[in-house]
């Protein structure tokens, strides 16, 4: 299986700030690499998809880029309702997950 | 709008079995391959299993390989997992999710059914 390591395990930051979220891949994931937010007591919600496609509906300030082995998911100016946990996800091969990482906002 | 609902969970004694259903709407469900994720509790996401859209072809992780069986009914629009001889670390709340195939994503989950393994 391929492991999905995320950076860093959480942060903290202000509203309006750039946030960065790392993934790094075991072995190359081409640009199979999807990205997930996950609210308490919710389920996961598709963010970006094919490393950088942006899901219908999410807004404009989440991007990601990336491909191989090496992910990027950021948020441009960073919204009190971003408070979550981030998942990348790789589906070159059988379905993985990252660890998460959690978002707070200062 | 595309709606995905668990149901089944619940408190089980190790050892016990369990069936999960996930009743489906607003989409063609024999299109799609259905599959289910697991979340333990304060824990990350785990792919359990995922089915194809004609029921043929069915695949696990490794871990639930044995336990685990998936299927589903397209004149019902639902999709089943049975977990059998569960244990405690099986306990989770598990997700329905639908996989768009053309770029492989999740793009719909259900709300999530809590399963509880415990004496």
């Known amino acids: 299986d391929i492991q999905m390591t995320q950076s860093p395990s959480s942060l903290s930051a202000s509203v309006g700030d750039r946030v960065t979220i790392t993934c790094r891949a075991s072995q190359t994931a081409s640009i199979y690499v999807n990205w997930y937010q996950q609210t308490p007591g919710k389920a996961p919600k598709l963010l970006i998809y094919a490393a950088s496609s942006l899901q219908s509906g999410v807004p404009s300030r989440f991007s990601g880029s990336g491909s191989g082995t090496d992910f990027t998911l950021t948020i441009s100016s960073l919204q009190p309702e971003d408070s979550a946990t981030y998942y990348c996800?790789?589906?070159?091969?059988?379905?993985?997950f990252g660890q998460g990482t959690k978002v707070e906002i200062k | 709008d595309v709606q995905l609902l668990e149901s089944g969970g619940g408190l089980v004694q190790p050892g016990g079995s369990l069936r999960l259903s996930c009743a489906a709407s607003?989409?063609?469900?024999?299109?799609?391959?259905m599959t289910w994720v697991r979340q333990a509790p304060g824990k990350g996401l785990e792919w359990v299993s995922g089915?194809?859209?004609?029921?043929?072809?069915?695949e696990y992780a490794d871990s639930m390989k044995g336990r685990f069986t998936i299927s589903r009914d397209n004149s019902k629009n639902t999709l089943s997992l049975q977990i059998n001889n569960l244990r405690a670390e099986d306990t989770a709340v598990y997700y329905c999710?639908?996989?768009?195939?053309?770029?492989?994503?999740?793009?719909?989950w259900g709300q999530g059914t809590l399963v509880t393994v415990s004496s």
């Open positions: 999710a639908r996989w768009r195939g053309d770029q492989s994503e999740f793009d719909y």
């Open positions: 607003g989409f063609t469900f024999s299109s799609y391959v």
């Open positions: 996800q790789q589906s070159y091969t059988t379905p993985t």
């Open positions: 089915l194809r859209g004609d029921g043929v072809s069915a």
